[in-house]
C-alpha cells in the first residue's frame, strides 16, 4: 500500500507545475499559465460559468402546489430531499480531503469550487424546505438520513468507501473513494433527479426541479472531474491498475445498482404519475454501466446501453441549451423574504 502525502503549503525549491498529481512536488503558487494538465483551466472556467446561487429561484409557485401533490408525491419529494441533503454535506468535506493530497495546486483549487458548491447544494435544499413545511418537518427531512432504514443502509455504503481513505490515505483508497465518489454523484442522485424531472414535465413543482437540474449540471461536471483525476492517477502509477481494482470496480458499480434500485422502489413503486417502475430499474442499470465505462471498467450489467427515459435527456441534457421547460429564473438577488422563512433558518 503506498502512502498518499499532503501536499506541502509552501516549497521554494519545487516548480509550480507539479511533478505529479499526487505525491509529488509543486511550490503550491497558483499560477493557470503553469499548471501540470491541459484539461484543468477549460474545467475551472465551465464550473465557473455554472454558478447560481438559491436565491435567484423564486419559489411562489412550488409553494402554493406542494399542498396539492399526493401524499405519496409529498413523502417522496421530501425523502428525497432528506437524502440529497446527506450525501451533499459529505461530499463537501470528502472534496476538501481529496484536495490536500493533490499535489498540482489548480486541482486543489478545483476540489475548493467543487466543495463549494455542495455547500451551494446543501442551501437549496434548506432553501426548498423552508418554503414548503414548517421548520419542524425540515428538521425530521434532514434527519431522515438516521431514521430511515433504507437511507441508512444505502448511504453507509458510499461512508464506508470515503471513510477508509479518511482514515487510511493510501493510492489505493483514493481510487477506491473515488468509485465511491462518482456513485455518489453519478448514480444515487438519479432516481431523485428522475423523480423531480418527471413532477416538471406535469407542470408540478417546476421551481424546484430548475434547483435540481442545476445541481444535475454541477454533478455532471463533478463526475467529469473526478473521472479525470482517476485515469491521471492511473497513467502516472500503472502499477495500481490492477485486476482487482477493475473487478473492484465494477462489483461496487453492481451493489450501488442494487440499493440505489431497492430506493427506488421504496420512493417510487408503481405509485408515481407517470414513472413506472421497471423503467426506472432500467434507467439506474443504464447509469450504473454508463459510469462504469467512464472509470474504465466493464459495465456490471448486460444489455442496458440505451437510456430508457427518453423524455428525461431534455432536462439533463443543459448543455444542448434545452433548458426552456423550466421557468426563466429571476436574475436578480432578490432580497429573501418572510414568505419564503428563510429568515428563520
Ligand atoms: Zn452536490
Ligand atoms: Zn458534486
Known amino acids: 500500500m503506498s ?37 484543468a483551466y477549460p474545467k475551472y472556467k465551465r464550473m465557473l460559468g455554472n454558478f447560481w446561487t438559491p436565491f435567484e429561484i423564486n419559489m411562489s409557485k412550488d409553494i402554493n402546489q406542494f399542498e396539492s401533490l399526493s401524499p405519496k408525491e409529498q413523502d417522496t419529494f421530501l425523502k428525497t430531499i432528506g437524502l440529497l441533503a446527506l450525501l451533499d454535506s459529505v461530499q463537501t468535506d470528502y472534496a476538501g480531503k481529496v484536495a490536500d493530497y493533490l499535489t498540482d495546486s489548480s486541482l486543489n483549487a478545483l476540489m475548493i469550487i467543487l466543495a463549494q458548491q455542495e455547500v451551494i447544494h446543501n442551501h437549496s435544499y434548506s432553501y426548498v424546505l423552508s418554503s414548503i413545511v414548517p421548520k419542524q418537518k425540515q428538521d425530521e427531512v434532514f434527519n431522515y438520513w438516521k431514521t430511515e432504514p433504507i437511507l441508512q443502509k444505502r448511504n453507509d455504503f458510499v461512508v464506508k468507501g470515503y471513510q477508509d481513505f479518511a482514515e487510511t490515505p493510501t493510492v489505493e483508497n483514493l481510487l477506491k473513494s473515488i468509485i465511491y465518489d462518482v456513485i455518489l454523484e453519478g448514480l444515487f442522485f438519479y432516481s431523485g433527479f428522475a423523480f423531480f424531472y418527471n413532477l416538471a414535465r406535469n407542470q408540478k413543482m417546476v421551481a424546484t426541479s430548475t434547483m435540481i437540474n442545476y445541481i444535475n449540471r454541477d454533478e455532471q461536471l463533478h463526475v467529469g472531474l ?120
Open 3 to 39: 502512502t498518499l502525502h499532503k501536499r506541502e503549503l509552501l516549497d521554494a525549491s519545487a516548480p509550480n507545475q507539479s511533478t505529479s498529481i499526487i505525491n509529488g512536488k509543486s511550490s503550491n503558487v497558483l499560477n493557470w499559465d503553469d499548471v501540470r494538465f491541459p484539461w
Open 226 to 345: 473526478f473521472e479525470k483525476i482517476f485515469k491521471e492517477i492511473l497513467t502516472e502509477y500503472p502499477d495500481c491498475n490492477t485486476e482487482e481494482l477493475m473487478e473492484f470496480g465494477q462489483r461496487t458499480f453492481m451493489e450501488a445498482a442494487g440499493l440505489e434500485i431497492e430506493w427506488a422502489k421504496e420512493i417510487i413503486g408503481d405509485d408515481i404519475e407517470g414513472l413506472l417502475m421497471n423503467e426506472v430499474e432500467s434507467y439506474i442499470k443504464f447509469m450504473a454501466n454508463k459510469r462504469s465505462k467512464q472509470l474504465g471498467f466493464q459495465p456490471p450489467f448486460d444489455g442496458h446501453q440505451h437510456n430508457p427515459l427518453k423524455w428525461i435527456i431534455a432536462y439533463q441534457e443543459v448543455d444542448l441549451g434545452k433548458t426552456d421547460f423550466f421557468e426563466q429564473k429571476s436574475r436578480q438577488y432578490t432580497k429573501t423574504t418572510d414568505a419564503n422563512g428563510f429568515d428563520d433558518l
